[in-house]
Structure formats: C-alpha cells, structure tokens
C-alpha cells in the first residue's frame, strides 16, 4: 500500500480505536482528489480535497510532514492534537473525520468550510454590532464545549475561525492545545470550585500567537480557561476598531505594550451604531489580571449571561436554527492557491537530519497509533443513499428512453431506404429493395459461414473426431448464397 507506517500493521495501538480487520480497509491519501491548496500551517499544507467514494463530499486534509515535526520538536504537540481531536465532535468545531499516514507524511482529513476564515475576510468587511454578537456567541459556544471536555484552545484567532456556507462561524486548529489536569475537571466539565484553581491549571509554556495571547501566557506563566476569554477580548476589539488593543512588531514589543498600560473602551470612544454593552464585554474581557477578567470566578457562564446577550436564544444558534445576519459569498473563500514553503527552510542544518532521521523504522514508530478510520456523518450518509436512489431511477428511466429512442431512429432508416430506388434507363420503373429481407439474408448466411469455420478449425487444431466434423461439414454442404449482399469467405485454413 505504501501510505500507511507499517504494512504489517493490524491495529490502532492503545488509542482505542480497536482492532482493524483488513488492512486493505484503511484510508489513504488515494482516497481523495487534491483540488487546491487553502491554508499552510506549520508543518504542511492544507488541501480541499473531494472523496472518491463520495462524490460530493468534500474535506480539508491537513498535511503535516515528518521531517518538519521532527526539526522542531513538536511530535508531542502533534500527537495530542490528533488525540485532542478524536475526543471532540460539536457543531461548532472543524471536526476531525479521520487520520493516517505514510512514511513521509501525517494526514489529518477534518470537515470543509467555504466561507473562508475571518481574517480572510476582515480587509474587505466590516462588521457591525450585530453580525459581530453573532460570531462571538459562536465562538463562545465552541469554547464552552471544549472547556468541558477538559481542554484550552490557547489559540484563538481569525486564522482559525473559519465560516461555513451558512454564516456560523466554526473553532478550528487544536495545534497548541493542552489537557486541563484531571483535578480541575468533574463529571459536568470544567470544576469551577475555586477561582485559584480554575486559573492555575498546570499550563506554563508560552505557545500562541502574539496580540491575542494573554498576558498570563506571554509572561510564563500558569494560565487556563480565561486565557481563551482573553483573546475572545481581543476579537471584539479589532472588530470594533479594525484593530488589536495591543499591537507590536514582535512578540516583546507586543508584551511590553500589555504591560505598559491597560486598554479600556471609554463612552465617548464607542464607534457609531455600538452599544455600551457591546464596550462593556470587551473591556471585561480584555482585563490583563486573569482574577478580574469576566469568567473566572464562574467560567463561560458569565460571558452568555452579560447583558450584551440579553434575550439571545442559545439553544435556537446551538441546533442552527438561527438565521446567521452575514453569509459568506458563494464559492471558496481563500486566497492564493500556490502556497509554498521558504526555500531556505530546505538548506537548514536541522531539517536535513530530520530528513535523514524519518528513513529509520525505530522513528517511524514513534508515530504509531496516529491511525483513525474515517468517519462519515450519518446525515451524509442518508442523503447519500436517497440520491444514490433517485440517480439510479433516473438512469433507468434514461435508459428506456434511450432505447426508445434508437428504435425510433431505426424504423426512420429503414423507412427512408425502402422509399429510395434506382431509376431504370429504359422505362423508368422502380425497383424496391426490401431491406428486411436482405438483413435476414445476411444474418443467416453469416451464422452458417461462422458454423463452417468453427468446424474447420476444430478438424485442424483441436483434434476433434471425424464424426462431429462430417456433421458440421453437412451442414454447409448444399447451401447456396446468394449474391446480394454476400460477404466473401473466409480463407481455408
């Protein structure tokens, strides 16, 4: 097969995926049509790719490359975000669908989004108030869920908020996500016994993206669930102003900046058509304090019941039964479909022994237990089925038409040259040609010709007895062929 680790390999490992009773069953990359390239991270591309089992199925298969993973010391960060990823299923998260891999590259195959992602979109649109309380309730429900599954996304971001072909906006890339300790987390989610305790989750390495990381994060230190809240902050700010309260050329400056001063949205500074409310979140979000930071004493409770979202139907956006204000235009909302990786990155010293490194077995098995099958959504399934059925009736239907229409066709033909007759010199009669009758003719001169040179070659090669060949040539022996429209005989062998 070539596309997965081993081809010995008849199990998951211990990720509990159970036991895979054919290899001949698990997904490769020849599974999917590459179409374009829509994003790059940091270890590869990210495709959109169609299924070739369902036709109108289409993924985003994330390509991390070995070599890359193992230059920088990630294989951890990558392994748990696949584990991360097989936990979670929640309608506002690029969901992961399945993963596997060869001896080069990990593959990821997550749910497709063409609406593009909010950073895409944010040069050329500006939200309002509305559109903008929309997105943020999105994002908080996506947050909430992944915060009672025991995990902190630490990256929230434009670049990973991506929308759908319906306006909602999904939660995507777990890339630098972390496990919350199991102290902190009970039976109904995230513990929320004590406010130290919900902030001291164990989290100190400094992963992130400057301007939205928090200021706990940046400076080292322990930091948790309203480390998502701040960055949430961050969004509602630049959606308000079209810019970050905290902005730098490099992650120091950025850090100084959060340090220097902290930002809050004065009455006279709200934008036209904003509401205080709408200032009132964001100030309480974007507190550089984790303990005053809205959300820590009660988790993401606090943030659905300010009275920014007053009145708002949760569970109406939950079951997307609400109607998104902004849609996305019709079609892939991406940029450049040619992305490339530097080309110095292939002449660093790292990356070459990384190259090197990824040949040996004793590597390739530190990614063992990377599989997953895919995972189609029985909603897709169904649909699926019911026009796998309505095609099939249709191609019936086609085809008694088709047959129709040939037969119809047929009759014209023979009709046209039985009305068709070559003129006489002398007296100008018609001679007509019964085309049916000449058919027949040929038809029954072909069969007996084909019996006469079956029966030869069985007396030449095959050995067959002097019975059965006087038979056969009995039955060619008196027959006169006409000469209309007699084909030549074949030669005698």
Known sequence: MGNNTFNSIKETGSNGLGQISDIEDLITKNCFEKQYVVGKGG??????????????????????????????????????????LSQLNHPFIINMRGAFQDRETLYLVMDYCSGGDLRYHLPYKYFNEEETRFMVACMILATEYVHTQGIIHRDIK????????????????????????????????????????NMLCGVIDTSGTPGYMSPEAMCKLPHGPVSDFFAIGIIVYEMMYRKRPYSGPNKQAIRDTILAKQVQIRAHEIPTNWSIEAADFCNKLIRRKPSSRIGFNHGISELKQHPWFSGFDWNALLNKKMRAPWVPPRGDNYKGKNTEFP???????????????????????????????????????????????????????????????????????????????????????????????????????????????????????TGISSQKSSICSSGMKNSALPKIGSPKMPPKI
């Open 158 to 197: 434009p670049e990973n908020l991506v929308f759908d072909e319906r306006g909602y906006l999904m939660l995507t890339d777990f890339g630098i996500s972390r496990q919350l300790p199991m102290t902190q987390v009970d039976e109904k989610g995230l513990s929320e016994s004590s406010a130290f305790e």
């Open 343 to 461: 080309a110095t990155e292939e002449k660093d010293i790292a990356f070459i022994e990384a190259e090197r490194l990824v040949r040996r077995d004793t590597v390739q098995k530190l990614f063992e237990g990377f599989y997953s099958d895919l995972q189609i959504p029985s909603q897709f399934i169904d649909e699926q089925a019911e026009k796998t059925v309505v095609v099939k009736n249709r191609l019936s239907l086609q085809n008694v038409k088709d047959t129709q229409g040939l037969l119809k066709k047929s009759r014209n033909i023979i009709s046209h040259f039985s009305k068709l007759s070559p003129k006489n010199n002398n007296n100008n009669k018609v001679n007509k040609v019964n085309i049916m009758e000449v058919r027949d003719k040929n038809f029954k001169i072909m069969q007996q010709i084909n019996h006469q040179y079956q029966c030869q070659n069985s007396n030449g090669s």
């Open 43 to 84: 270890f590869g591309k990210v495709w959109k790719v169609q299924s070739k089992k369902f036709s109108n199925q289409a993924y985003a298969l994330k390509e991390m490359q070995k070599s890359r993973i193992i230059a920088r010391k990630s294989l951890n960060s990558v392994l748990l975000e696949r584990t991360l």
